[in-house]
């Protein structure tokens, strides 16, 4: 007769081990998945993904901006600049966050309807934008400059 078999106390097969391995290892890798797609799925944030030219840029805000004249003061300016660069402000990352809230696909969109007419953010963001290209700053040196003042807000 063979030997019988006794359980052995607190020790767990071997193929629950492993099991237990594959498990946490596809918890891993599934983390870093979903951590690179977030990374990468919200262009304005990164002042690396520039166009490699002007023809690259593709325009995510389709709508059209409100009339600058509705407004006065700096929400005037403001929204004249979206109606002057439409390309400038849909490139950068609105850190109002209204891409949560709102839908908006970027920082132009702000200005499809008057959100911006009550937010200090869209506002000065565009002003800020609007000033750089007056100085002579390119895209990449906007976006630099816009995450790093307002992604601390």
């Given at each position: 007769?063979?030997?019988?078999?006794?359980?052995?106390?607190?020790?767990?097969?071997?193929?629950?081990?492993?099991?237990?391995?594959?498990?946490?290892?596809?918890?891993?890798?599934?983390?870093?998945?979903?951590?690179?797609?977030?990374?990468?799925?919200?262009?304005?944030?990164?002042?690396?993904?520039?166009?490699?030219?002007?023809?690259?840029?593709?325009?995510?805000?389709?709508?059209?901006?409100?009339?600058?004249?509705?407004?006065?003061?700096?929400?005037?300016?403001?929204?004249?600049?979206?109606?002057?660069?439409?390309?400038?402000?849909?490139?950068?990352?609105?850190?109002?966050?209204?891409?949560?809230?709102?839908?908006?696909?970027?920082?132009l969109s702000c200005?499809?309807?008057n959100h911006a007419?009550?937010?200090?953010?869209?506002?000065?963001?565009?002003?800020?934008?609007?000033?750089?290209v007056k100085q002579?700053?390119?895209?990449?040196?906007?976006?630099?400059?816009?995450?790093?003042?307002?992604?601390?807000?």
């Open positions: 007769m063979g030997k019988k078999k006794t359980p052995t106390k607190g020790r767990k097969p071997a193929r629950v081990k492993r099991r237990g391995l594959q498990v946490a290892i596809l918890v891993a890798v599934l983390a870093l998945a979903a951590g690179a797609w977030v990374y990468t799925s919200n262009p304005g944030r990164s002042a690396n993904d520039e166009p490699k030219s002007a023809s690259a840029y593709v325009r995510r805000e389709t709508k059209a901006t409100l009339s600058p004249a509705l407004f006065v003061g700096k929400i005037g300016t403001a929204y004249q600049i979206a109606q002057d660069m439409p390309d400038l402000l849909d490139q950068l990352y609105c850190y109002c966050e209204c891409d949560k809230h709102s839908g908006h696909r970027s920082l200005y499809t309807d007419a009550n937010c200090d953010v869209c506002v000065n963001e565009a002003l800020d934008a609007s000033r750089m002579g700053y390119g895209m990449k040196e906007i976006r630099r400059e816009i995450d790093r003042k307002y992604s601390r807000m």
